[in-house]
């Protein structure tokens, strides 16, 4: 397959694998453990990772390659690990960099759990989170200094629905020899290429989009080997002999290995397969959620709507120059008070009430009630969290039967 072709071609045709012994069209489920060798030898050359031959399924496995290999070949990216959660792939980047006494500068506005991963558990490891505004590049600048191990965001926020000028963020904080390691899961890479926009490590909750429809539990970190990592204190020993590799090996080598998160071969079978439609159902999707937008700014019980699509959004011009024209399936809109968001919850009749994002099916939540219920209300404030607020992830339904729904919901 060449790199010319089309996204579709390649991630329907292209195989990542030897070829299968019966001739097998998609790649088997390898349920195995452990793998035999014919000698000491060659034993010893597994586990010094000079064959690149499976040793044990916690470190890799056959049908979790080929998922990876896919993603890789899709993506054009140096190395790709997949591991069991969005959550994994993120602590996992992040424990590769990170070091007792560096500093993250990042955003308040992060999804829930990686929010609670700085504050909480990278926090008692030395590991000290400085939030900014990562649009106001005086405010980055004045956040870095020799310790700052990387610069971390969502490429649209969630549920704040905001959009950092990659290009302008990426360009200063290169010149400062910082890596920048991006969450994408809002986007996925048949529609957004991260690299380009400056992102050197890319992590992924593959439980949305890729999954295909919430099949399964699933994260990636896929590095571009754009980074120089003499500059990083966390790995510059480790540069002369890996070079652009140095982040992947000790990510393959060291730590996911020693946390032991390494996606299953169920998964990887699942979420290969879906792979072949990503494209087309994102389309779908993002196409579906850019017309309820448009539709929900025409309703009078709608006091805002969030969605970077919309040409009344402060970012649709950075977001379509990004992203192009639906950037994503997701929306967040704003109704009178939490009463009125409550009613209209209730009164859904086809959209689910129900946590998840870019399942098939379109669901809808109060994120300050659930997602952020546990946060105090100084946390909310400061997050940007609003009572007000009701998140709608738009599945592959026709948009009249959406639109429908919401607006007998509404009355
Ligand atoms: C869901 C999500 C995560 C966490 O992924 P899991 O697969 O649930 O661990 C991280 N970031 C974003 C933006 C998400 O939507």
Sequence with gaps: MDKNDSFSKR???????????????SVPVYNAVAYEFDSAEAMEQAFSGKTGDFVYSRISNPTVQAYENKVKDLTGAFSVTALNSGMAAISNALMCVAYSGCNIITTRHLFGNTYSFFVSTLAAFGV???FCDLNDIKEVE??????????FLEIISNPQMDVVDLKKLSDIISKKNIPLIADTTIIPFSNFEANKFGVDIEVISSTKYLSGGATSVG?????YGSFDWSKSKRLQSLEKEHGIGTFTFKLKREIHRNLGAYMTPQVAYMQNLALETLQLRYNKASETTDKIA????????VKKVNYPGLTSNPYYKVSKSQFGENPGAMLTFDLESQEVCFNFLNNLQLIRRATNLFDNKTMALHPYTTIYGTYSKESKEQMHIYNTTIRLSVGLEDVADLLEDIMQALK
Aim: net charge negative.
């Design 11 to 25: 991630a329907i045709h292209s195989s990542g694998v030897k070829k299968d012994p019966y001739g097998a069209l």
């Design 128 to 130: 000290e989170v400085r």
């Design 142 to 151: 004045s956040k870095i200094d020799d310790d700052t191990c990387a610069v």
């Design 219 to 223: 994260g990636l970190i896929i590095d």
């Design 294 to 301: 448009s539709a929900l700014e025409n309703m009078p019980a």
